[in-house]
């Protein structure tokens, strides 16, 4: 996904993060990133034990995985 850098001088494009809490706007920056990208459509893609991507993506990222999954069975 390339950005239109042809408004990123425009504040009123960015007038929406003004009202976005810590989480929103790490999640706004996160899902613009590259790298995190691959590694979440290699999660999607991952066939076997989800637990070494999950603790990958948990150690690169900050990210955190508190609850079980609906699909996951107990």
Do not use: C, K
Not at 37 to 57: K, M, N, Q, V, Y
């Amino acid at each position: 996904m390339t950005p239109d850098a042809s408004i990123w001088r425009s504040s009123v494009e960015y007038d929406h993060l003004d009202a976005l809490t810590a989480s929103d706007l790490a999640w706004e920056w996160l899902r613009r990133n590259d790298a995190y990208g691959t590694d979440f459509e290699a999660s999607l893609a991952s066939r076997g034990d989800p637990e070494p991507l999950t603790e990958h993506i948990r150690q690169r990222w900050g990210l955190r995985f508190p609850g079980q999954s609906a699909d996951t069975p107990t």
